[in-house]
């Protein structure tokens, strides 16, 4: 954005916003060279040239170290602050409602130009000509403020770009979703860590007992069982309640007991059992943190993305999240683009060989594409994908924190995909027939179906 005037005004004002305060500066000569840059370029690193050219006019120190954090947190968001209107409007000339004004104000920033115009009529311009002005008062501006001591710039400077930096980088609650990312990965860490230990406790387990192995598939409930049995020619009527707690079936608990007598696995030494012992209670403590994680992954995920969950599920909302880097990422992709995130690799190799694209990344993981027949999966893709970049953009940019969307929008979706199942009903009765159009030409299947729907 860049304000620029069909003639050059007679006057020029440029705004600088130091780490120690307001300064007003006074642009001379533009009437001789008007707005020349390499006029400016050629007389920045010489102050005798450059001080004839800019003039200090006025400057508003900072107060506090707080009160220079907040005007330059509304510097860089675009923003006048009381104070600022206050300084300009006291130390600019008046313009007069109806009048040309007779001035002008360089400002750094494009949006703050915006909202001093928009907010006090005063005409501001960014372009490469008030850069270079600041460029310069920047590089001279210690010799400008007499009052500074020596070092008495950079104290400041390094204080509030601290104070700055660390208020960027501080927690938001409403819009972080890093916590989302570090969990998904967690979770999918776990899983292959459970596995791994399910595996290698039937491993050591089985032969000594392999009729468990039959009788129970549940790696999770496979380990607690390994914990309360041991060794199997100890078991008696007496482990029964504590089996059944686990299988919540009484008669299965009596034939696992019946089992364990007469098999014919044969006896583990103690440390062979320890081993077993202790893959076990690893299968149970993983899985049991994994059920804590998935819980909190679930409200975190609604307090993040509340519309985006509710429309597709915590866990694929978490899993879209996480591939795009975050939620911003996600709401700025167009829904083409997140119809086949996490499908990169077979895109890339259908464009090297020639082949069909794919029609769906990681949203094949939602109901509706599981639930939609074969030919309408790619329909129900792209459909859905449209929804949940609807979902993303009202989640981060919206101000209301409610899944009243998503609801809705899970509501269409849903009216879509009985929509196609009606369809393909309608294409099933029309196969065997020849769809021709007006001008005799056979019509593509797609839009046939289009037609019938």
């Known amino acids: 954005l860049s304000f620029s005037f069909s003639t050059i005004p007679m006057a020029m004002f440029v705004l600088y916003e130091s780490s120690s305060g307001y300064a007003l500066f006074d642009v001379h000569g533009l009437n001789e060279i008007g707005q020349n840059v390499e006029a400016v370029q050629s007389s920045v690193s010489d102050l005798a040239r450059f001080g004839q050219v800019v003039k200090l006019t006025a400057f508003h120190p900072w107060q506090t170290a707080q009160d220079a954090l907040n005007q330059v947190n509304a510097v860089s968001e675009g923003f006048m602050s009381e104070e600022l209107r206050s300084f300009l409007e006291l130390n600019l000339p008046k313009a007069e409602e109806g009048k040309e004004t007779k001035f002008s104000l360089g400002v750094s920033d494009p949006k703050l130009g915006s909202c001093i115009s928009e907010a006090t009529k005063i005409p501001c311009q960014s372009n490469e000509f008030v850069q270079e002005l600041l460029r310069g008062v920047r590089q001279h501006f210690d010799s400008f403020i007499n009052d500074f001591k020596p070092g008495g710039l950079e104290k400041p400077q390094v204080g509030l770009a601290l104070s700055y930096s660390r208020a960027k980088v501080k927690y938001n609650v409403n819009k972080e979703d890093h916590m989302v990312i570090q969990t998904i990965s967690l979770l999918d860490t776990l899983d292959k860590d459970i596995n791994s230990y399910a595996m290698r406790t039937r491993e050591w387990y089985s032969p000594h007992f392999p009729e468990l192995d039959k009788i129970v598939n549940d790696n999770y409930m496979y ?108 709401a700025k992709h167009p829904s083409s683009t997140l119809q086949i995130l996490g499908a990169e690799r077979a895109l890339r190799r259908a464009l090297r060989t020639g082949g069909k694209t794919p029609k769906h990344g990681l949203i094949f993981h939602s109901s509706f594409i599981g639930r939609a027949s074969a030919r309408n999966k790619g329909r129900m893709a792209r459909c859905l994908a449209a929804k949940c970049s609807i979902a993303a953009r009202v989640d981060y940019f919206g101000d209301s924190s409610s899944a009243d969307f998503g609801e809705k929008l899970r509501v269409k979706v849903e009216e879509r995909l009985d929509s196609l199942h009606n369809v393909y009903a309608m294409e099933e009765v029309l196969e065997d027939e020849e769809i021709v159009d007006a001008s005799g030409e056979e019509i593509d299947e797609e839009e046939a179906a289009d037609d019938v729907e």
């Open 223 to 330: 380990a607690q069982l390994s914990k309360i049995i041991e060794d199997k020619s100890k078991l008696s009527e007496e482990h029964v309640p504590m089996l059944t707690e686990v299988l919540g079936d009484e008669d299965k608990a009596r034939e696992l007991v019946e089992a364990g007598q007469a098999s014919m696995g044969p006896d583990l030494s103690p440390l062979d059992l320890l081993h077993a012992q202790t893959f076990a209670q690893g299968v149970i403590d993983l899985t049991d943190y994994r059920k804590k994680l998935y819980d909190y992954l679930v409200v975190k995920v609604k307090d993040v993305a509340p519309n985006l969950a509710a429309l597709i599920g915590e866990t694929v909302a978490a899993r879209l999240i996480s591939h795009a880097g975050s939620l911003r990422n996600l």
